[in-house]
């Protein structure tokens, strides 16, 4: 947190517009005292499932949020540097009641609301480690160098900044918008087809072959790619 505040130089009126989003392994107490005395904001989620238990039986009033699951404000039971709202969340698994604990400094409208907050996270674990894994084969590749084995990771890094900017601009609105790298790759560019080029190097023409299902469609997405829309 330290090395984050240096490097992007934040002094203590750019930390008031700063959000520390925290899962369950960072949320203790003690970090998120340390954040809000640094002048942060934060929205965490409770390390302790003892402590969510507790803290549900004081549970008055519980919202839906969702299939199976429900919401409910508590007071905060730790005296922090600054204000806190608090909540917890019960979800039904597996025939069972589990209960997991949420606080934050924004002011939010609802439960809802700072529930989905917490949900809105960056997800890089889920978008770019395991896609980048499984769609581009990163944890099936070694190099026994390490500049070679550096080399790929800048390569496969390259990949996935050059997908994403493909899925933006051609898949929105078709429908492919719901693929993923895996299946970009694995069934839109594995599509047989033949690519021209002009004397300038330059894309002149795309075919496809017909017989595959998803070609027809995929020419529309890759007209519109080259047409820079």
């Avoid at 390390?47 to 699951?69: F, H, I, P, Y």
């Avoid at 500049?147 to 078709?174: P, W």
């Avoid at 069934?187 to 300038?200: K, Q, R, T, Y």
């Amino acid at each position: 947190m330290l090395a984050a505040e240096t490097a992007l130089e934040l002094a203590p009126r750019q930390r008031q517009r700063v959000v520390w989003r925290l899962d369950g392994g960072a949320g203790s107490d003690e970090q998120v005292n340390w954040l809000l005395e640094r002048g942060y904001h934060v929205i965490a989620k409770g390390m302790s499932n003892r402590r969510a238990g507790a803290l549900a039986k004081q549970v008055s009033r519980w919202d839906t949020c969702g299939e199976n699951t429900w919401l409910g404000s508590v007071a905060c039971p730790v005296a922090f540097p600054r204000p806190v709202r608090m909540w917890v969340k019960r979800r039904l698994k597996d025939g069972k009641l589990c209960h997991t604990c949420y606080l934050t400094t924004l002011s939010l409208p609802s439960k809802g609301a700072m529930m989905a907050a917490y949900n809105h996270r960056g997800g890089a674990e889920v978008e770019q480690f395991r896609h980048d894994k499984n769609g581009l084969h990163l944890a099936a590749r070694r190099k026994h160098a390490l500049a070679a084995q550096h080399g790929l990771v800048l390569l496969t890094d390259l990949a996935h900044n050059l997908l994403a900017d493909f899925h933006h601009r051609a898949l929105t609105g078709s429908c492919f918008e719901q693929f993923g790298p895996k299946r970009i790759v694995r069934d839109l560019l594995a599509i047989p087809g033949w690519v021209s080029f002009n004397e300038a190097s330059q894309v002149k023409s795309i075919a496809l072959k017909t017989s595959h299902p998803y070609a027809e469609k995929l020419l529309i997405c890759l007209e519109r790619y080259s047409s820079g829309d």
